[in-house]
C-alpha cells in the first residue's frame, strides 16, 4: 500500500511563489510522479508530470513557471511554482503510478489560493 502525504499549499499573492512537496511511503518502485489540479468548476488537469527516465511534462500555462523535481532519498516530488497567478488557485493533487502493476496513487489534494 502505497500512501502519500502533501504539504506546502497557502494563500499568496499574485506574483509569489510556492513549494508544494508530496513524500510517498513505502518501498516501491514509481514509473512516474506528478501533480494534477482541479479549480472549482473544471475538470482536473495535469499540472506537471516526471516518468522514471526524467522526461518531464508540463502544461502549457505553467511550463515557465513552475518546475517538477524529485528527491528519490526522501521519496518526495516537489513542485516549485513561481509567479503564481489568480488562475493557479486550484486544490493540487499529487500523484504516481507504480511500475510493475502500473497502478496510480493519490494525495489527498492540498489548496493553493492566489489572491491580492
Known amino acids: 500500500q502505497v500512501q502519500l502525504v502533501e504539504s506546502g499549499g497557502g494563500l499568496v499573492r499574485p506574483g509569489g511563489s510556492l513549494r508544494l512537496s508530496c513524500v510517498a511511503s513505502?518501498?516501491?518502485?514509481?514509473?512516474?510522479r506528478g501533480w494534477y489540479r482541479q479549480a472549482p468548476g473544471n475538470e482536473r488537469e495535469l499540472v506537471a508530470s516526471m516518468t522514471s527516465d526524467g522526461t518531464t511534462n508540463y502544461a502549457d500555462s505553467v511550463a515557465d513557471r513552475f518546475t517538477i523535481s524529485i528527491d528519490y532519498a526522501k521519496n518526495t516530488v516537489s513542485l516549485q511554482m513561481n509567479s503564481l497567478k489568480s488562475e493557479d488557485t486550484a486544490v493540487y493533487y499529487c500523484?504516481?503510478?507504480?511500475?510493475?502493476?502500473?497502478?496510480?496513487?493519490w494525495g489527498q489534494g492540498t489548496q493553493v489560493t492566489v489572491s491580492s
Open positions: 513505502g518501498s516501491v518502485m514509481f514509473i512516474a
Open positions: 500523484y504516481v503510478k507504480r511500475a510493475m502493476t502500473n497502478r496510480e496513487y
